[in-house]
């Protein structure tokens, strides 16, 4: 499985005086300059001072440009190796297990060489713990015994940085795994797409309960956080299922009494959040429980908000508009898509002006969570690819986002990673457990990504699409991906040639537009193999071409997934966009 979730950390051990151009900082400085993103681990030269202590230096490894410079006390660190019959300390294994790649610098003196006796195992042997061993010399044959204690050891001289970034980028940028997958170790984020250092706010509050056969815990959950009556908004699709039973036996077991509300579309309108906190209201309701897909989960929320703050749904459409918590909220998603159990987020179509947009605010996000992959068996084939490719969509814009940050791209590379390998066994083999599994989880992340990043074009092109013509939205952001996809490359082609890599791409040669060229054609091949149309001419619902223009005035009101997105659109360009969606035009 590809390593996505941290930059890698290459170890450079040595003794270097803060501020001079270490060869360990010119190889830095050199995959800097390459595009890769490089974390250290640097010793000090006093003992008993803990990372970072204040008053330490990182020296001429942030002046090469890297990433993350961590200081470690030697006798906290490996320079204890140089007393062999001392054991690491709990720290240096700590550090360790997340190293990738080890050298060792600067030993110019024979006598020097005890120094690196981590090396030849003694104590923890670093071998075994670590993917890789280099170390630097002006003289070869100091290293002659060490030679004989490591398997393939490396050797350069101390005036190759060139050579020695040439290996590390030719031998540990992509090693086979024992799954035979790729990993990246050190092309995770590249250059000027890292966006990890800008701030950022998470706010994740939702109490997560994953597994087949979880749902049967919802009356315990529901007693959890003090309820006693509950609404259960559910998709009329469960009832004609046969699936409410599923939900409504975990309530009666605990006797907790409830009342149905399935008056749910697939693109709700306001009304229903409204017609929903009144049925709650009546009946005395201090619970909402949402279980469905995203439209059934997004009613309930604005319930849940609704009954403790009064008025309208459409009172609070927009940002930050909600200002009192609302009643105890739990959602258990039957489709893996929008990952709505975890977001801030509900939308609507709003009757009155057809628009489609959304409420935003912390108080809108559930309580807690149950995610049972089991609900998901029983979906069909075509919803579980809408629902799939919406989920990707999420992950994908919200990697590219320009709010993206370090923890949004943890989330959105390993839910792409998840959704593209899963999916096609999801619709090929609805009772796949292990992958519907999969999906619930991508699905997950997807969701907590676009909590903390956002979403891009692709979104506020599908809005149009759902509030005048009644495509789902999923359905909407499958179709319209590859094209706006095509469109953004030029906004960020490292993050897009690192995509074409996760969707399974081999882009080994090849230049980064090239390179992330191959992430539409990954995107596009992705929906034929689950059944999306290629077009928007291709959808049920007739969509006249002439409204394109219309279409894209809308888009372009939806203002923060605008924003977000890696390329600055004009009214211009998201009609290019609409006109090659229609037309099935794919230029690369």
Known sequence: MMRLTMPPIITFIGWHDSGKTTLAALVVRLLKERGYSVAVIKSTKETGLLPNQEGTDTGSYSKAGADAVTLVAPDQLVM????????????????????????????????????????????????????????????QEIYQDLNQEISSPLFFFLNQPGKIADFIEKEYIRVPSAQGRKIQLIKIRQGKIMNSMQPFTVTQPTRLQFGAGTVKDLGKTVKEFNGSKVLLVVDPGLVKAGMLDRLTAPLEQEGIPFVVYDEIDPEPGLKLADNGCAIAKEAGCDCVVGAGGGSAMDVAK???????????????????????????????????????????????????????????????????????????????????????IDALTHALEAYTSTQAHLISEMYSLEAIDLIARNLPAACA??????????????????????????????????????????????LANAVLLPYVVQ???????????????????????????????????????????????????????????DQIPKMAE?????????????RRPSLADVIAVYERAYRHEIVL
Not at 452 to 469: D, I, K, N, Q, R
């Open 80 to 139: 204890t190796a140089a007393h062999p019959e001392k054991n690491l300390p709990a720290l240096a294994r700590r550090f360790f297990s997340d190293v990738d790649l080890v050298i060792g610098e600067g030993f110019k003196k024979a006598e020097k060489v005890p120094k690196i006796e981590v090396f030849r195992g003694q104590g923890t042997r670093l071998c075994d713990q670590v993917s890789g061993v280099i170390a630097l010399a002006t003289d």
């Open 302 to 388: 604005a319930i849940a908000i609704l009954l403790t703050n009064g008025g309208k749904a459409v009172d609070y459409l927009g940002l930050g508009l909600i200002k009192k918590p609302g009643v105890p909220k739990i959602m258990i998603p039957t489709s893996a898509g929008t990952g709505a159990e975890v977001t801030f987020t509900a939308v609507f179509i709003n009757e009155e002006t057809g628009s489609k947009g959304g409420m935003n605010g912390d108080p809108l996000y559930p309580d807690a969570a149950i995610l049972d992959p089991e609900l998901t068996l029983s979906l069909p084939a075509k919803v579980t690819a809408y629902t799939g």
């Open 429 to 474: 083999n609805g009772g796949n457990l292990e992958a519907r599994s999969a999906m619930l989880m991508g699905s997950l992340l997807g969701g907590k990504a676009l909590a903390t990043a956002g979403v891009g074009l692709v979104h506020a092109m599908a809005y149009p699409m759902g509030g005048m013509f009644g495509v789902p939205h999923g």
């Open 487 to 545: 469109y953004n490359l030029p906004g960020n082609y490292e993050k897009f040639a690192l995509l074409a890599e996760v969707l399974g791409q081999n882009t080994e040669g090849l230049s980064r537009r090239d390179a992330a060229s191959l992430c539409v054609e990954a995107l596009y091949d992705l929906n034929a193999d689950v059944g999306i149309p290629a077009s928007l001419k291709d959808l049920d619902m007739d969509i006249p071409f």
């Open 554 to 566: 809308i888009a372009l009101t939806v203002t923060r997934p605008v924003e977000n997105n890696p």
